[in-house]
């Protein structure tokens, strides 16, 4: 296993800490498949279904030798994260009229967002390396799931969190773990920026979404729905787009899959965007070479709320390799297809509804057809913003206790 520059192809070490190469291209981690055999991983993951209390419970670590396999397992620091449902709702599907529809619910993860996969890495890379203080910058989900970590690994954690449109409750949540929280005037990617320029003078393992070992522990979300799924993926998974940490350790995973036969066909990916902060959709649609930054990025899914991805070359390049495609949707489509989802029992937060809201579009310009199978990948728990749950319950509530309140049921 070994880091690589996506810009310059320099190789550096997985064993020491690193957010960016000098020439200040990203970096990945390259795993050496080569001595695996696909079939033989299927059976072992397999057998680690019935393990309970080992590290090989969890969902992240159930697939180690695909993720972080020169990690001792005394290093780890794991939840059980992962494990999570994977749904049909006859509702739903029946309402949009597709073939077959899922939905993964990485919303039942520890700290309630699919941050624990790629966190339980991160953590544990940064504890087998030596490090005792983590941080990270974070629009409230990464925040809470590092603040999580830190804590069951007997460790610090501090994180940054712009001043406005970031969900109360997640801050909360990190505040409860035990975290420094600062909150500054400015955006996402400004706290991004700070940590890069001064996480190593401060001695701080940074677990921003461009740490690598987020990305290979985020690559589990796929190799858990393939497992359920006997190994055949439906034709399309939809995921939301923010920083795109996501939709680059989606990529991963299916191209380690497909090297090692464990797979043969790829999915097509498609990935939504909010309106209100799609600069990777807009560069996409409009075939420009580079992304142009969106100084203020505004809409009502705080975890999307991100004007300047800095992952947007490895999502692209993922989205190339498998047909992908992007759209975005409005605050008012996001809301309508979190209330379908709410109401069929699953629920999740707004930025995870961009992906039925997604579908439906696409559905619409028949880009996705009737015929096909998607899978909806919900990022975050419905209790992750509760004041958006507020104002969209606000008329559901009869005031008066009386028979005729209850008549027709
Ligand atoms: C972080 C997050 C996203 C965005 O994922 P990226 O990897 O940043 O693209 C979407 N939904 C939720 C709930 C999140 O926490
Ligand atoms: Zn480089």
Partial sequence: MKLVCVDCSAELSWRESHTACSCG????????????????????FQERLAERMSVYASGVWRYKELILPGVPEEHIVTKYEGNTGLYTSEPIRSQ???????????????????????????????????????????????????????????????????????SVNKVLQTLAYGAKVIR???????????????????????????????????KSIIYEIAQYLNWELPDWIVIPGGALSNVSALGKGLEDLKNLGMITKLPR??????????????????????????????????????????????ARRVLRQCQGITCSVNDEEIMVSKKMIDQSGI??????????????????????????????????????DTDILAETTDDMVYSDLTIESLRDL
């Fill in 96 to 166: 949009l009229g597709i073939r077959a529809l899922y939905f993964k619910a990485q919303s039942e993860n520890p700290s309630g967002s699919f941050k624990d996969n790629g966190m339980t890495a991160a953590v544990s890379h940064g504890r087998f390396l030596g490090y005792k203080h983590f941080a990270c910058t974070s629009t409230g989900n990464t925040s809470s799931s590092l603040a999580m970590y830190a804590a069951w690994g007997g460790c610090s954690s501090q994180v940054f969190v712009p001043s406005r449109s970031v």
């Fill in 269 to 314: 990916i498609a990935l939504i965007q909010a309106e209100g902060a799609s600069p990777f959709h807009r560069m996409m649609a409009d075939g420009q070479d580079e992304l142009i930054p969106q100084p203020n990025p505004a809409t009502k899914a705080s975890a999307l709320n991100i004007g300047n991805p800095p992952s947007w070359k490895i």
């Fill in 347 to 384: 629920g999740c937060e707004p930025a995870s509804a961009a992906t039925l809201a997604g579908l439906r579009k696409l559905m619409d310009d028949r880009i996705i057809d009737k015929d096909e199978r998607a899978l909806c990948i919900l990022t975050g728990n419905l209790l992750k």
């Fill in 25 to 44: 291209g990203r970096l990945e981690v390259i795993q050496d498949l080569k001595m695996l055999d696909g079939e033989r991983l299927k059976t072992v």
């Fill in 184 to 218: 500054f005037d400015g955006t996402y990617d400004d706290g991004i920026r700070f940590l890069e320029q001064h996480g190593e003078e401060l001695g701080l393992y940074v677990c921003n979404s461009v740490n690598p070992f987020r990305i290979e522990g985020q």
